[in-house]
């Protein structure tokens, strides 16, 4: 696939199995700290930006509820 038909997140992956070849030990310390932690990047990097506005939303709702309905 050509680059100019290469989507971001496409070159995003590619960019980071090319990190993990180069830096392998690397990796395991990143996958540590991600699962202490989460990655908020890779949840919403998966997601179109209709489901996250949608869930943005969503929360934004419920904290005005609880503030509200205190």
């Known amino acids: 696939m ?3 038909r290469e989507t971001p997140e496409m070159r995003r992956e590619k ?8 830096n392998p030990t690397g990796n395991v310390s990143d996958a540590f700290n991600r699962s ?7 949840l919403v990097g998966g997601l ?3 489901v996250t506005g949608v869930i943005l939303l ?3 709702g419920f904290l005005a509820a609880f503030i509200f309905l205190r």
Request: charged residues 40%.
């Open 2 to 4: 050509s680059n100019e």
């Open 15 to 22: 960019l980071r199995q090319e990190e993990i070849k180069r």
């Open 36 to 42: 202490e932690n989460g990655n908020l990047v890779d």
């Open 48 to 50: 179109s930006w209709k």
């Open 58 to 60: 969503i929360l934004i």
